[in-house]
């Protein structure tokens, strides 16, 4: 199901001009237009779901396998050293379109625009509550 108001549904429908990569009948693979590093590229499911909590298992299924397949061609055809598969659910964490899509951002050698964050350390009382909470819950 598309939603007439979102910008990935018309690009995925090909309402849109994109420079695309790959479609098939599930899938359009979009270059991104503010790209982390060169041939950063969007997987966009062809319907609309908001985000990972919203896609249907057998959707979900076809989205690791696709991104494995552009992802190692990007790096191959493009001669990067490895890539980021990124994925972000919810403003908080970082989308802001609000229309499922994966991330494939190729890295190169002294690449140092990359996904990183400070670690910082798991206490034992966050551990027990974090598991007490969600190993319960799943
Ligand atoms: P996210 O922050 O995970 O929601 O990622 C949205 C991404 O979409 C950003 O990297 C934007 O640069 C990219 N983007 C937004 N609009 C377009 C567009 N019309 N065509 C291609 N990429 C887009
Ligand atoms: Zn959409």
């Known amino acids: ?8 549904c018309r690009i995925a429908a090909g309402e849109i001009p994109s420079a695309t990569v790959y479609e098939d009948m599930d899938f ?14 969007l997987i966009l499911p062809k319907d609309h779901f908001r985000d990972l909590t919203e896609l249907p298992d057998e959707t ?14 990007l790096k191959d055809a493009l001669g990067a050293a490895g890539f ?10 970082g989308q802001t379109v609000p ?33 007490e909470k969600v190993a319960k819950a799943l």
């Open 60 to 73: 979900a299924a076809k989205v690791l396998p696709l991104a494995r397949r552009i992802g190692t061609t």
């Open 99 to 131: 229309h499922f899509h994966v991330h494939l951002i190729p890295r190169y050698e002294g690449d140092e625009n990359i996904v990183s964050w400070t670690p910082g350390e798991l206490s034992e009382a966050d551990r027990d509550m974090i598991l």
């Open 1 to 8: 199901m598309r939603d007439p108001n979102c910008i990935f």
């Open 28 to 41: 359009r693979a979009i270059l991104d237009l503010g790209p982390a590093s060169c041939g950063h590229t």
């Open 84 to 93: 980021n598969v990124v994925q972000n659910n919810g403003e908080a964490a």
